[in-house]
């Protein structure tokens, strides 16, 4: 039986941490904002702060080699090059795009001729329009919408992209279901996801052995983002300020992969990891973004090679995955 009680530690520590950043006022805002408004508030901002494993520069380059083989080839690159070079008239959808800088790199490619963006964030989608206007990108549209009210057609796509969006919906079957439907007989799903255990309830080894990895690390690579306290452990996120913050997080990400497997053929599937680094970097990445420091790359290279040998005995919480229809 799974340890999910909705009291925890785990939720007193996070709901302190977060008011000693944010202030009282994210609280009591929370409190009075139901729902999809509260996910709405929570990806409102523009620029996140750097206090997760995706904004490390060497971790970035690790999950790029993962997918493409090469450090400094990201996926839409790869994805152009392996699939879709010398196709034409292409049509795209990128629910849950946020400020759409995958979106805009994919519109760069001549097999593209129209680009079809989302997002539930008004603040994320004014700013992607500004930028693609100053970019002058043409075959790109961007728009605000609710996925659970998006209408997506039949055989209307040749591509469908989730880039770190699926782990957030709810039903995830049934919005699935619609996105074959969608897709034309010969298009293709992509999805860069966490796929792990639902709200980041993490087993017991996993949070153990993140712990004792945190315990490596020097004290100075441990400080907490905005503040003097050193990380000392690291605990499943509690439930009750997870549904407080965001109840969109990773609320279904245990199906994904099993309906995927349902209703569409797997074309090719590449584990990221993240089981380890997701949880150990969280709150502490900002003091790695320099990683040409000798100490930085140590540790780094250090907290890479644990996850490498976890992986082996354990399946990714964070995939690569490119689908057909059955």
């Not at 057609?153 to 709810?170: A, E, K, P, T």
């Not at 690291?234 to 549904?243: A, E, H, W």
């Not at 497997?261 to 090719?268: D, G, I, S």
């Amino acid at each position: 039986m799974k340890n999910k009680t909705w009291i925890s530690f785990a939720d007193v520590l996070d709901v302190c941490q977060k008011i000693k950043r944010d202030g009282w006022r994210f609280l009591v805002q929370k409190f009075h904002i139901a729902g999809i408004k509260r996910t709405r508030s929570t990806w409102s901002h523009i620029k996140a702060a750097p206090i997760h494993w995706q904004d490390i520069p060497a971790v970035r380059e690790r999950r790029n080699r993962l997918i493409t083989g090469m450090k400094d080839i990201e996926f839409p690159e790869y994805i152009y090059r392996k699939y879709l070079k010398g196709k034409k008239h292409l049509k795209v959808l990128s629910p849950g795009c946020g400020t759409g800088s995958i979106e805009m790199r994919l519109a760069q490619y001549p097999c593209f001729s129209s680009i079809e963006a989302f997002d539930l964030s008004e603040p994320r989608i004014l700013n992607a329009i500004q930028t693609a206007q100053k970019r002058k990108i043409q075959n790109l549209n961007f728009h605000v919408n609710n996925i659970y009210q998006f209408d997506f057609g039949v055989l209307q796509y040749d591509l469908i992209l989730f880039n770190g969006f699926l782990h957030h919906i709810r039903d995830v079957e049934k919005i699935l279901v619609q996105v074959r439907e969608s897709l034309k007989l010969d298009g293709m799903l992509v999805i860069h996801e966490y796929v792990g255990p639902n709200r980041f309830q993490w087993p017991r080894n996993q949070i153990k052995t993140v712990c004792e990895l945190l315990d490596q690390i020097p004290e100075d690579y441990r400080k907490i983002w905005k503040s003097e306290r050193i990380k000392k452990r690291q605990y499943r996120p509690g439930l009750i300020r997870m549904v407080l913050s965001d109840p969109s997080e990773a609320v279904e990400s245990e199906n994904i992969l099993p309906v995927l497997n349902r209703y569409f053929k797997p074309v090719e599937i590449k584990g990221l990891g993240g089981n380890l680094l997701h949880p150990l970097f969280k709150d502490i990445a900002h003091n790695f973004i320099d990683t040409d420091i000798d100490e930085s790359k140590r540790i780094l290279d250090l907290m890479f090679a644990a996850e490498d040998d976890y992986l082996q005995k354990n399946r990714s919480d964070f995939v690569f995955g490119l689908f057909g229809k059955n």
